[in-house]
């Protein structure tokens, strides 16, 4: 795919048997980030997943006035909800082309308050990036970008939050940051709740 385009990341929590968008695609209160990283590689065929990643799609936290507790305030996993399971992740334009790997992620913080509460859900996908440029992100491994006391992961929703932080390194300048409780982009716009989705991509 070219740069300028996007991934249409679908349902990335749901059983495979349950596509449409009548069910939340994460429910029960599962709050938390979405995260998306994409590692440059060789060949995405036969990676393993052990090179460098960066972060490029962040749609994390936002306080709501209104509400009375983290649990009330606007989320990632809600703005995914509301647009019928669909993140949009725009490409970088900067990178190189070449092969990639991505990575994408919800952290549900529901029971997050103690030790090792914290559910991660992952879904890995191949890409090839045509076009591009010669951006050089920093990058992270994994394991190892993430520690189980980060306050990202050890946080009590259920409390009212001063502020919110998401673990990791920070969306680097290329990719793309979505305000937690904005409206629908581009392709999330496609469908409302309650309505089927004609194309879905599988989960990895």
Partial sequence: MPCHSYIRLHNLCKQHDQRGCGEEAIGGDHYGPVMVYMSKVEDAATADGSSGWFKVYEDSWASNPTGGDGGADF?????????????????????PAGDYLVRAEVIALHVASGAGGAQFYMSCYQITVS????????LVNFPGAYDASDPGILVNIHAPLETYIAPGPTVYAGGT???????????????????TVATALPNA
Avoid: F, Q, R, Y
């Fill in 177 to 195: 940051t979505k305000s937690a409780g904005s409206d629908c982009e581009a392709c999330e716009a496609t469908c409302t709740a309650g309505t």
């Fill in 75 to 95: 989320w990632g996993v809600k703005d995914m909800n509301n647009c019928c399971g669909l993140v949009n992740v725009p490409i970088p334009a900067d990178i």
């Fill in 131 to 138: 076009g591009g440029g010669s951006a050089s992100p920093e």
